[in-house]
Nanobody
Framework: VQLQAYGGGLVQAGGYLRLSCAAS????????MGWYRQTPGKQRELVAT???????NYADSVKGRFTISRDTSKNTVYLQMDSVKPEDTAVYYC?????????WGRGTQVTVSS
């Protein structure tokens, strides 16, 4: 499974950004997809996940601001990031489980300026 993440960039605090993650196979086959993020010197942390039945889970730090969704016709998962904060600055990684193995995409940098 290959995951291609894109959509990162520079955004001002309070603004918005949308990340996309395209999978090389039908996302119906993926048990779970999601986004993690990492900043220098810190461990990678969960941001949001979505299951095949579209159950979602969010880190407390992004609840109410970020929304994960998917488009099965495009085999793509999205992370809509609203009301971004400087602490959201990180490299964001797309993640999937198929069927019991983990796959990671290359990271995309998100930088939020204050």
């Amino acid at each position: 499974v290959q995951l291609q993440a894109y959509g990162g960039g520079l955004v001002q605090a309070g603004g918005y950004l949308r990340l996309s993650c395209a999978a090389s196979i039908s996302i119906f086959a993926l048990n779970l997809m999601g986004w993690y993020r990492q900043t220098p010197g810190k461990q990678r942390e969960l941001v949001a996940t979505i299951t095949t039945v579209e159950t979602t889970n969010y880190a407390d730090s992004v609840k109410g601001r970020f929304t994960i969704s998917r488009d099965t016709s495009k085999n793509t998962v999205y992370l809509q990031m609203d009301s971004v904060k400087p602490e959201d600055t990180a490299v964001y990684y797309c993640y999937a489980i198929f069927p019991s193995k983990s796959f990671w995409g290359r990271g995309t940098q998100v930088t939020v300026s204050s």
